[in-house]
């Protein structure tokens, strides 16, 4: 018999769907020590609450997040509000005891982080971030590879993130689901939201980040903004493009913007190493291309790997369907649920911590410090 986590969401957006879908979906496929249970769905507006809560099977609603915090019945606490709100409600959680799962990015820049990984470790509770493209099979495969030594010394890492939904100028900032294009709520704009995975993953295949040159720019200068009803300025990055130096010695560029007109969310990376390559693209998610060198020549070619095979060679595969039959963006999010029911059965941290997270804050930070300067900026 699996035991209970109740858990209380903060949120009801595109994440709150994304991870309430998760908590529903995981004890259907894979056999785990707890199972969570929707206890409270917590948003301003009641009535949207009671109608997300139904939707989703949450047992009961709040309207304040402090409510969340206090309820001696609710053990975790997922957090899927706007980054500003991501420092304070963390640090209430962990003075409460509460687990937290948390939303990318952890914060709105690396002191806030700090914070709040001093709160979870002082506290001593089990936190995530959810970077959920760690899970997506074929990348979780890619970081097998790296880590069998396949692709040898590795030499270029590049990522790209590419979207076109905020090209209209008639596009306000602020307020429900464009809270991403207000710098005070976001904190940045697609550095924090979209590079922030890039990054992620990055440091999870290929280690460190010393130093990074960059430049940002926001296309649109001004937008309506729907809380106030005045034109004001944007003060997000719209486009953000940087150089970077891995610990590893491998030099790396990264891209990504709102305004690639035709691309929806093309997350893109390609490893060069000395005896192979990688690549993966999120519009093909469950096929890993891969290169190797070492291949007889005449037969010497990039192979697309469908990553849906069992008998653990391909991750998380064994717990769907039948070989052959793919998965989607979704799953890995129940994967991400999965894995920190799993290590919290065994007692051991479900990656990425707060801490680890904090990497990625770090780097972002200093991919906007390089752009203000213009200098090149190390992480450290
Ligand atoms: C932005 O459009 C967004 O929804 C990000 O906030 C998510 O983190 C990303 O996975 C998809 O794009």
Known sequence: MSKPLNIGMIGYGFMGRAHSNAYRKVNNFFDLAYHPVLKAVCARDEAKAREFAQRWGYESVETDWRKIVERKDIDAVDICVP???????????????????????????????????????????????????????AVTMARKLIEEGRLGRIF???????????????????GTALWRLDAAAAGSGVTGDLL????????????????????TET?????????????????????????????????AIFESTRYARGHKALYTFEINGEKASIRWDLHDLHRLEYFDHRDESKLRAWRSIHVTDHGGEH???????????????????????????????????????????????????AVLKSAASGQWVSVR
């Open 83 to 137: 980054n500003n709100l991501h420092k304070e409600i963390s640090i209430a959680c962990a003075r409460a005891g509460k687990m937290v799962l948390c939303e990318k990015p952890l914060s709105m820049d690396t002191a806030e982080g700090e914070e709040m990984c001093a709160a979870v470790e002082q506290a001593g509770v089990p936190n995530m971030v959810w970077y959920n493209y760690r899970r997506v099979p």
């Open 156 to 174: 270029h890492y590049r990522a790209q993130f590419l979207q076109d939904w905020t090209i209209s100028t008639d596009l306000p900032q602020g």
């Open 196 to 215: 922030a995975h890039c990054i992620d993953t990055a440091l999870w295949l290929n280690g460190s980040i010393d130093n990074v040159t960059a430049m």
């Open 219 to 251: 296309f649109i200068k001004e937008r309506k903004h729907n809380l106030t009803g005045k034109v004001e300025k944007v003060g997000i990055d719209d486009a953000c493009a940087f150089l970077a130096r891995f610990q590893n010695g491998s030099l």
């Open 315 to 365: 991750p998380y595969m064994d717990k769907w369907w039948v070989p052959g039959l793919q998965i989607g963006y979704e799953h890995s999010f129940v994967h991400q649920v999965a894995d920190f029911l799993d290590a919290l059965a065994k007692g051991v941290p479900a990656e990425p911590t707060f801490r680890s997270a904090l990497e990625t804050q770090k780097v972002c930070d």
